[in-house]
T-cell receptor
Framework: NAGVTQTPKFQVLKTGQSMTLQCAQD?????MSWYRQDPGMGLRLIHY???????DQGEVPNGYNVSRSTTEDFPLRLLSAAPSQTSVYFC?????????????FGPGTRLTVL | GESVGLHLPTLSVQEGDNSIINCAYS??????FIWYKQESGKGPQFIID?????DKRQGQRVTVLLNKTVKHLSLQIAATQPGDSAVYFC????????????FGSGTQLTVLP
C-alpha cells in the first residue's frame, strides 16, 4: 500500500488565487481529515469526513472547502488564497471500525501565499 | 477550549540515555491518547497509543505512562539514538466526540553524540 499520498509537495500562490490540494489513500479508510501546521505549533483540524458524501468542519475551517466523492480521495480547496493560509498542510486517514483511533498522515504540502 | 499542552518545548539528551517527554491534558473526558514523532519535512508518524482504562503501555524502546489523577502522560524512550531526534507531539481524543485529534504544541528532542 502507498498509504496516504499528497500532491503537490510545494506550492507558491499569489493572494486571491485558487488551488486544490490533493489527498488520496489506498487503505479503504472511511475517516479522512485535513490539518494545517504553523511554525512551532501542533496540527489544527480544518475539515474531516467520515465517509463518501459526508464532510464536517474542524477547528479552523474558514477559507477552505472540501468534498468527498469517493472513499479514496479528499481534496482541499482554497477558493481565494490569503497570506494567513501560508502553512504546511497534512492529510490523514484511519478506519472507523476496528477499534483504533490512530490516524495515519501523508507527507504534507508546503504552501506559501505571497 | 481545553487543549493538550507540553511542559517543555525542547529536550536534549546524550545518546544512549533515556528520554522522558511530558504532556499535560486538561479535559477529563479524553479517553484516548497518541504520541506522534515528526521529523523535519515529514508528516507525523505514529509511535504509541494508550486508552484511558490503562496506566502503562510498552512498545519497542518506548513506554507511555498515563496518570489520570493529575491528567498527565509521558513518553519514555529507552537508549535514545540519533534517529530519535525529532519533534514529539501528544494528541488526545474526547470521549463521545467525532474522534477528532487535538494536538499539543510539540517537544523538540535533540540527541547529542
Amino acid at each position: 500500500n502507498a498509504g496516504v499520498t499528497q500532491t503537490p509537495k510545494f506550492q507558491v500562490l499569489k493572494t486571491g488565487q485558487s488551488m486544490t490540494l490533493q489527498c488520496a489513500q489506498d487503505m479503504n479508510h472511511e475517516y479522512m481529515s485535513w490539518y494545517r501546521q504553523d511554525p512551532g505549533m501542533g496540527l489544527r483540524l480544518i475539515h474531516y469526513s467520515v465517509g463518501a458524501g459526508i464532510t464536517d468542519q474542524g477547528e479552523v475551517p474558514n477559507g477552505y472547502n472540501v468534498s468527498r466523492s469517493t472513499t479514496e480521495d479528499f481534496p482541499l480547496r482554497l477558493l481565494s488564497a490569503a497570506p494567513s493560509q501560508t502553512s504546511v498542510y497534512f492529510c490523514a486517514s484511519r478506519p472507523i471500525a476496528g477499534g483504533t483511533d490512530t490516524q495515519y498522515f501523508g507527507p504534507g504540502t508546503r504552501l506559501t501565499v505571497l | 477550549g481545553e487543549s493538550v499542552g507540553l511542559h517543555l518545548p525542547t529536550l536534549s539528551v546524550q545518546e544512549g540515555d533515556n528520554s522522558i517527554i511530558n504532556c499535560a491534558y486538561s479535559n477529563s473526558a479524553s479517553d484516548y491518547f497518541i504520541w506522534y514523532k515528526q521529523e523535519s519535512g515529514k508528516g507525523p508518524q505514529f509511535i504509541i497509543d494508550i486508552r484511558s482504562n490503562m496506566d502503562k503501555r510498552q512498545g519497542q524502546r518506548v513506554t507511555v505512562l498515563l496518570n489520570k489523577t493529575v491528567k498527565h502522560l509521558s513518553l519514555q524512550i529507552a537508549a535514545t539514538q540519533p534517529g530519535d531526534s525529532a519533534v514529539y507531539f501528544c494528541a488526545e481524543i474526547l470521549s463521545g466526540s467525532a474522534r477528532q485529534l487535538t494536538f499539543g504544541s510539540g517537544t523538540q528532542l535533540t540527541v547529542l553524540p
